[in-house]
């Protein structure tokens, strides 16, 4: 079945880095564009980053341009988000998905918190 393992979350500083990864199985992934989300506490689930399925786009929305990057390794099944530039306003579980919000594989791993703060 679907997996999707989301790891490499933690507490860091304001201006520090962190480097996200998301292991999938249970399907073809390298058909699959795929999507970095994140949720803070009383707030709704936004996109943060979209990758397509060979790797040869990306995009982001403004919050996170130019500091985030997302990449991905089909060989090892495995996407990943490199994050600089932390700000408190970064604080929140991220998780990664299809880039249709989850709707194609109907699964939501159990996300990697990632808390900004001095």
């Given at each position: 079945?679907?997996?999707?393992?989301?790891?490499?979350?933690?507490?860091?500083?304001?201006?520090?880095?962190?480097?996200l990864?998301?292991?999938?199985?249970?399907?073809?992934?390298?058909?699959?564009?795929?999507?970095?989300?994140?949720?803070?506490?009383?707030?709704?689930?936004?996109?943060?980053?979209?990758?397509?399925?060979?790797?040869?786009?990306?995009?982001?929305?403004?919050?996170?341009k130019?500091?985030?990057?997302?990449?991905?390794?089909?060989?090892?099944?495995?996407?990943?988000?490199?994050?600089?530039?932390?700000?408190?306003?970064?604080?929140?579980?991220?998780?990664?998905?299809?880039?249709?919000?989850?709707?194609l594989?109907?699964?939501?791993?159990?996300?990697?918190?990632?808390?900004?703060?001095?």
């Amino acid at each position: 079945q679907v997996q999707l393992v989301e790891s490499g979350g933690g507490l860091v500083q304001p201006g520090g880095s962190l480097r996200l990864s998301c292991a999938a199985s249970g399907f073809p992934f390298s058909y699959y564009a795929m999507s970095w989300y994140r949720q803070a506490p009383g707030k709704e689930r936004e996109l943060v980053a979209t990758i397509t399925n060979a790797g040869g786009s990306t995009n982001y929305p403004d919050s996170v341009k130019g500091r985030f990057t997302v990449s991905r390794d089909n060989d090892k099944n495995t996407v990943y988000l490199q994050m600089n530039s932390l700000k408190p306003e970064d604080t929140a579980v991220y998780y990664c998905n299809d880039a249709a919000s989850g709707r194609l594989l109907k699964y939501w791993g159990q996300g990697t918190q990632v808390t900004v703060s001095s």
